[in-house]
């Protein structure tokens, strides 16, 4: 997908491959590619998994084996969320994921296009929980108020999350035509985006509608680091020490 501000790197943007944090599947169809997911998720520690693209919905059929080896390998606890954008979604290919096991979608709308919005519906009735999960965009307030509007009128959509919107190498021409910058030196979080994100939480309460944020830093630094660290706990060798941050120090 050829969202502006997607900060996929150039490893994966428009290439079909499989990645688990940072290793690559190289036989992503084959049973050893599923068992190499499912080594990394053990090392890690994990207690779910997110499935994210690109759309996993135009690999319909492998995104719905994966989950259901999840399920299998790690029992019905072991939670399972997707993302997708509204451009490959029907009720059929809803209806495979929740066969599968999804426990949770996570719809990436365009705040731009409202044009597939209407698209959602589909998931209403599902087994899964719904939510929405954007960016926090500078100049796109209105939008995304309108956003958490629709949400709310829905009803079955239970939550809105809003990410920081981050600089990316990718992205660096269209920021700055629209004269986005990063909020300072230390951050790659983009300026305007944090503070946009606290109104909209805030309407969100207005409109009693359950609506999150989260920070570049939060997600580098605890959601990585976190990972980091449990993953080094696995590998650590009895020689190992593991320190806060997930580095392996022997000798």
């Not at 997707?82 to 451009?87: A, E, M, P, S, V």
């Not at 939008?143 to 990410?163: A, D, H, M, S």
């Not at 976190?226 to 060798?237: C, D, G, Q, T």
């Amino acid at each position: 997908y050829n969202c502006f501000y997607c900060p996929i790197s150039d490893d994966k943007r428009y290439k079909d491959i499989v990645k688990i944090n940072e290793q690559v599947i190289a036989r992503p169809d084959a049973p050893e590619g599923i068992n190499e997911a499912l080594e990394e998720t053990r090392l890690c520690q994990s207690k779910g998994i997110g499935i994210t693209g690109g759309d996993p919905l135009m690999r319909l059929e492998r995104t719905c084996r994966y989950i259901k080896a999840f399920k299998q390998e790690f029992g019905d606890d072991f939670h399972i969320h997707l993302y997708t954008t509204l451009d490959h979604v029907t009720q059929e290919a809803l209806l495979q994921l929740e066969a599968a096991g999804l426990d949770e979608l996570r719809f990436h709308f365009d705040v731009a296009d409202i044009l597939l919005w209407e698209k959602a519906h589909f998931a209403e009735g599902m087994k899964f929980t719904v939510g929405a999960e954007v960016p926090a965009i500078p100049g796109f307030g209105e939008k995304t108020k309108e956003l958490i509007n629709y949400c709310k009128q829905l009803g079955f959509i239970e939550f809105v999350n809003l990410n920081e919107l981050e600089y990316s190498d990718a992205s660096q021409e269209r920021f700055s035509e629209m004269n986005l910058t990063v909020k300072d030196e230390l951050s790659y979080g983009i300026k305007g985006s944090e503070e946009l994100a606290e109104e909209l939480v805030e309407f969100g309460k207005s409109r009693n509608m359950t609506v999150h944020y989260c920070s570049a830093e939060f997600k580098d630094k605890v959601q990585l680091g976190n990972r980091l660290r449990l993953r080094a706990e696995s590998v650590a060798r009895s020689f190992d020490s593991v320190d806060e941050q997930g580095m392996l120090y022997r000798a």
